[in-house]
Each structure stands twice: as structure tokens, then as C-alpha cells.
């Protein structure tokens, strides 16, 4: 089934023709009301008007997160204040998260992508999902949400952690779908287990699983292990959310990017340049319809490959490899972003250290583990433990109130983090090998 | 009144001990007294030695962090009762000890206590007003 099968199955030509107009409406719209946008064209001599077809795409210019940091909260704002009916944000230290605005027709026109994704999961109004995306700043609970209701489809919103109580709803509600992390569903299937029951013995037939890097070797586990169609979905708060792109259950192969509302390119990260569908690069999104917040070529730093073959679905829609990697340090941990960054700006603030430090991420059963090691200088050093203890716990406790990641510290001696050609190894990512 | 005492820092792991003492014997120190405190992944070496300032200098040079705290050397009578007497004074004063470690001294009938108070001079006052025995960092270093 295909939730808008107008949209979804435009010829490519009218598709294109679409896009083109509404990238023209957007490029008019941000350059009227966007300063940040208006001197970036005024810098290039571009005009509105100097856009005739999807080609003249690369004369615009690229979009960064640290550009949304800059402007931080509402500089980016195309609509008056009053016309945002919604604020998202992501996790940073202070002033430093990327804010996200929506109009009304932004948050229902989000809504009607994610009805669309559940229907290409192959979900329909019949279905019961549990939504153990987490609510909040974080886009993935509210969107699956609206998303559901749209469709018609009775949600559960029961959100993130609270493990004991998912697995008693799943077993008592008869959910039919589930959405969650990847690795989150492991541990729930775990906790069942525990609890004297397999996700087998349910009514789950669909797992839309995000917000985080996985395998398809994952995926074959978890369909085995839970006796599901497990299905990858993409999205980032900046562009929208969760439903920016998802697999159709007919292929699982590549996911379907809804590009009547988004225009995707594939750059290589390091020039800059666009690169031809097959060759792996870093995804870059146009917002064409967004109202309160529209972006031009937002750099993802999410490595993927276009492609532009029709899928068997019947979608006429251009899909994307699963993501493949990221262009910079981004970790994501347990469905958190974490910049190494953020992390150093809460070690100075913590003690005003200037520290060596090296995050250690692990995949310890199926969740991601976070340790940070921090080198102990005379200036942290103490000769009673628990003043060493202290210091600890309050860099643990700082890390989960900016970040909202449970993390590890571990004290180590000066010089043992390894150091390479001046620059420090900030990253030891131990969950790519099993 | 107060004794010197050096602290190092180190990963719980094999060798790392023996690092200290290698660095140590290679300086001709020695040691007179020393506590470890541990953790389930760092410990703390706390020592007193002949020369602080030359072992702390030769520990920093091979990448140790080494810290320096005054401490409280108190002379005890080797007998039940001993370290009691003690402790009584201070806890009616109101002192804390954040830790301690004994030694038995050779061919002597008393043993030393190695004090680290929350309130130093306070302790140290209180202790000379009982008339108890303090010693001095210069006889600790050359015992």
C-alpha cells in the first residue's frame, strides 16, 4: 500500500518539474525573510531569479549545523515568532543546541510523511504502535506520533527507558508495531525473555527502528530474533524528524526519500562538489516546503549513496543507502548525538581542566556504552579518593544533564591517552568490531 | 610539626607499583612509611621518604602525577589502648581523619601514626595540649 500514491508515484518528470517550482518559491521566501540567507546569496551575486532549473541547485549555498549554532535560537526564522506553533531542539551544552522551528502546516505536513512511512513499513490504521521514541525537545517521539494519528492508527506513547513497565505494555496492549532504536529493541526483547516471554509470542509484525547507526547483519537479528520486518527510517531535527526517508517492507533496500518535500544531493564532503547517484558521499538536504525553518543544501554529514533506479514498490521516489558512516566526529550514542566537543566543554567547565581526554564507545550486550577516560594532572589530583571520586561523579552527572547521556569516567595517568602527530585521538569506537 | 608526604596517582593495573619503587630505588630513596588506597580502577600511593623533594622531582620527570600534603607523624605507646587515647582527643575537638596508616618502629615500644586531619593546626594543637609526642618531618625522614 502507498499512503499519498499521487505524490509517492510521480512520474519523474512532473516530479522534477514540482520540485523546481518549489525550490524557486523557497529560494525567494528565505532570501526575503532570512538575513543569514540573503547575505549569503548577496555574497555569491546570486538572485532568486538567477534559479531556472534543479541544476542551478549548486550555485546555492551550503548550509551548516554550526551555522544554526550561530544563529541560535530563532535567527534562522522565515515566519514571524507567532506563526511557529512548535520548537524542537537538540541536545548541546548551553547556547550551543540547533533549535527548530514549525509552523502549523510544517507539523501536519510532517504528520502526513510519517503516515506515509508507516505505510510503507506496511502498517495501516488497523495497527496499534508503541512509541518508545523518546518525547520531548527530541523529534522522534512526536513525530511517530502525529504520524500515527494521521494514519489513523492507535498510538501508545509511552516514550523512552522505563524497560520493566514497555515490556508489560507490549505484552498487555498487543502492539502490532514498534518504534523505537534499534538497540533499544534488543533490550527490551531481552527483558521479555527475562520476563518468561519471546517478541515471537506477540502480536509485533513491524519494527521501524532509527536514530542511529545499524547493520544490516542487525537487521537480519532482529527479524530472526523477534519474528518481525525490521525497517530502517531517517530523518534529523534540523530538516524535519524522523521521516525524512524510510524503506518500503516490498524491497528493504534503500530508503525511499519523500523529495516532493525534500531535494537531495550527494556531495563529496571534502570539495564540496556533487557527485553522480552510485558514488558514496555526503547526503545534503533542501527543504522545499518547510515554512518556519526552511534550509538550503544542509550538509547531514551522513554518508549514503543515491539511488535513482524505480523501486519494485511502485514508488517513483529516489532511494538512499542505509547510512554508511559520518564526515565528522559525530558519535551516536544510544540514539543520542554526542560531538566530542560537547564533551570538552564540560570537562573545562566541570574543573577547569584542560584536559586529555578519550571517549571509549562500547556495545556492551545491545546498548552503547560511553567511557571517558580523562587524564589526572597535578591540578585534578588529590591524595584523599574521594575527592577523585567527587570529581567523577560530577563530570558524569554534567555530561547527563547537558547531553543526557549516561557516561563512564575513568581516571587514568598523564600521557596514556595516545597522542598522535600533536593532534590527540579523541574517538576510540569499539563498536564496529564484534 | 607537620610531616611531608607525596601522593602518587596510579591506573590499577600490573607494574605500575613496581614503576614507583624501580624510580625510587634507582634515585636512592628510601622509604620510611606508605599507605595505597585503591579503587576498583585507580589507587593512591601515598608515601613518606627520605627526600621528598628529589623523589617527587624523579616520579614527575617519568610522568607521574605526584602531589604534596602536610601530614601528622604522632608517637603512640605500643599497647592496648594506644591509638584510643588518641582518637579520643580528637574526636571530642572535633577532628576528622581523612586517613591514617601505623608503623611499628625497630628496637622501640612505641609505634607511629601517620595523621591526614581536615583541620591540621587545630589537631596538632590539640595533641601538644595532651602533652602527646609529635615528630617532626626530620626525624621521620632520616629514621
Known sequence: MIFDVEMETLPREDLEALQLKRLQALVERVYANVGFYRQKFDERGIKPSDIRSLADLKLLPFTEKQDLRNHYPFGLFAVPKENVVRIHASSGTTGKSTVVGYTHRDVRNWAKLMARCFVASGASAKDIIHNAYGYGLFTGGLGAHYGAEELGATIVPVSGGGTKRQVMLLKDFGP????????????????????????KDLDLRIGIFGAEPWTEEM????????????????????????????????????????EDHFLVEIIDPETGEVLPPGEQGELVITTLTKEAQPLIRYRTRDITILNKVPCRCGR????????????????????????????????????????????????????????????VDE???????????????????????????????????????????????????????? | MKVEQISIFLENRAGRLEEVTRILAENKIS??????????????LRLIVSDHEKAKKALKENGFTVGRTSVVAVEVDDQPGGLNAILQILSAGGVNVEYMYAFVQQSSKTAIIVFRFDKTDQAIELLQQKGLHIIPGDTLYNL
Do not use: W
Open chain 2, 31 to 44: 622509604i620510611r612509611a606508605l599507605s595505597l588506597a585503591d579503587t576498583s580502577d585507580f589507587g593512591i
Open chain 1, 219 to 258: 537487521r537480519r537479528d532482529i527479524e530472526d530474533k523477534m519474528g518481525i520486518t525490521a525497517i530502517d527510517i531517517y530523518g534529523l531535527s534540523e530538516i524535519m524528524g524522523p521521516g525524512v526517508g524510510i524503506e518500503c517492507h516490498n524491497a528493504q533496500n534503500g530508503l525511499h526519500i519523500m
Open chain 1, 176 to 199: 502490532t508495531v514498534i518504534c523505537s532504536t534499534p538497540s533499544y529493541a534488543l533490550v527490551l526483547h531481552e527483558a521479555a525473555q527475562e520476563a518468561g516471554f519471546s517478541f
Open chain 1, 316 to 375: 517513483t521516489t529516489a532511494r538512499v543507502h542505509r547510512m554508511m558512516g559520518r564526515s565528522d566526529d559525530m558519535l551516536i550514542i544510544r540514539g543520542v548525538n554526542v560531538f566530542p566537543s560537547q564533551i570538552e566543554s564540560i570537562l573545562l567547565e566541570t574543573e577547569g581542566l584542560a584536559p586529555h581526554y578519550l571517549l571509549v564507545v562500547k556495545r556492551e550486550g545491545n546498548l552503547d556504552t560511553l567511557e571517558i577516560q580523562v587524564e
Open chain 1, 379 to 434: 591540578k585534578l589530583f588529590s591524595d584523599e579518593i574521594k575527592v577523585l571520586q567527587r570529581i567523577e561523579g560530577k563530570i558524569v552527572k554534567n555530561i547527563k544533564d547537558y547531553l543526557g547521556v549516561t557516561a563512564m569516567v575513568k581516571l587514568v595517568e598523564p600521557r596514556s591517552i595516545q597522542r598522535s602527530e600533536g593532534k590527540a585521538k579523541r574517538i576510540l569506537d569499539l563498536r564496529k568490531q564484534n
